[in-house]
């Protein structure tokens, strides 16, 4: 065939290859469905778990491998596998770990979505669920029986953030011969390291810290056993899970800053909810690096960081229109799910809705995702709003 062709093929068909020695400080991204293949031999016999290569953009991209390696060291792991959003990733936990007849354990306190899923979907393949007391030790190993094949473990958890004896419930599952996963987002690999606590599987929402923008939803799971990746490998492909090289690139900007706006979020998060707690309106605060929270003392013993999250007991003598009043007169604080990014964000939660299982905390809970914003201005925001209470 001739090397001249039309234009139009010409154009898509080009000769010229920019030179090779570009280095740069960001990485590259690369994007594709397609991955071209040097010859019919290596399409045989290339193998997407291997990482050697690439087969299929849905399997991994130059850029995808990078970030996938920055977030196994980030935790102290080997292997890590990126999915969509953060449910995507527990969900692939799920699906390639969980069979008919198995049982599935969760902390009665656990990310919602995560216990919808187990109700909603898993139940109807046959996978049944439990919750256990994440504060109770003696109640998760009560609930391990045969079926039990996965526990997961947050914390702190989701809302109510009670910090529970991780390696406690860790030590528990394991004594079963059960695997562990811990839900780190919050910890985001640089409050504790999810593997000194024993875990043998730690997810990410990189939705949050590790975006940090409030503008990409991904997801990771991280593994130190490679028997282990690779089940979870399988089904994540299986599944079709795989993520796109630009969303990619956000994670891979943002990460450099993570420990930066971490420790940022952190203790202007501190300095708020120590001023809410001398509030008269609010019953109690929970932030479990502050004394008197739920699981203080565990958080103190395995943390050294905390996220920019907390929530507050409003008292139980307001009606819950005086607690949405409150919520709308904030002007900084923006009402919406999810955390991490630079807007300080506030969310008042219905816990009965939400919690059938565990003894209710009286009043009304605001939960606050602390932004970057100027700590004097979002405090001024929450004693102009508290005058909306009454
Ligand atoms: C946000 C979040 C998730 C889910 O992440 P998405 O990317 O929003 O799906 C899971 N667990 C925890 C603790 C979270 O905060």
Redesign the pocket.
Known sequence: MSDTHDLTTGLIHHPYQPPATWDAVPPGVFKASTVIFPNAAALRSRVYTAKTGYTYGLRGTPTTYLLEERLATLEGGRFCILSP????A?MNVNLALLGQGDELLLPNNV?F??SDMAAAVLARWGISHQFYDPMDVADLAAKISDRTKLVWV?APG?VTMEFPDLAGLVAAARARGVLVAL?N??GAGLAFRGFDQGADIVMH?L??YPSGGADV???SVVTRDEALHLRLLKVHGQLGLGVAANDAEFILRSLPTMALRYHAHDAAARALAEFLGRQPQVTQVLHPALPGSPGHAHWAATCTAAAGLFSVMLDAAFTPAQVDAFVDTLRLFKIGY??GGPVSLVVPYDLGSMRADRTALPGHLVRFSIGLEAVADLQADLAQALLALG
């Not at 959003?85 to 995507?88: E, I, K, V, W």
Request: glycine share 10%; aromatic share 14%.
């Open positions: 959003s953060g449910l995507a527990i990310y979505p995560s947050e989701s839900d987002t919050w929402a939705t949050k939803l991904m997801g999810s955390w």
